[in-house]
């Protein structure tokens, strides 16, 4: 009894080292001294090789904070991190309804240090986490998750990798769902 007892207490903690790490999170933040406000200086940025899926997930954010000021602008920088698969009408209706009355700042709230008390205003340097579950990958797609100031829980974004070329490419932009108000716009605050 005394080998079996070894052998099944072995292979419990080989199981459990294995286990424990299949389920952990993993998260990435990403800094950025500035913002760009154009395709050029998006492509400029070391995480534009997207070959990192986190960093194509940060990136997104980055050329959403374009669309109230120069629309066409952010629409290049998101068919650049979307690859084969630009955006169509359909897509960039989807995107201007989520920002209908005025609601840019939710782009704002997925950089730290926005939340609704100081109205969505981020911290610079510039800084966006990226987190990853045990469920976030299958095959050659990801669903990644963006930290909202304004929300319980981070919200996905989509990703797809292109084998003949290593990079990964924005599928689908699920994270401008509401969030809450900025506190000097909240009538209940």
Known sequence: MDI???LLSGLGKLLKGKITKA???KTKTYTFPSLPRTLAELKALPEAALTDEYAVAALSVLALTRWQDDRAESIAMLNFLKGPDPLNPMGIQQISDRFMDGKFY???SFFEGATPANGYTPSTPYQIKVTSNPY???ETWATLYLTSGGADNPRPVKLRKKPSTGQWFLVEIQYLGDIRVPAAADKWA
Do not use: A, I, W
Request: aromatic share 8%; charged share 15%; hydrophobic share 25%.
């Open 4 to 6: 079996v007892s070894e």
């Open 106 to 108: 939710k782009v704002n």
């Open 136 to 138: 976030s990958y299958n």
């Open 23 to 25: 389920v952990t999170n």
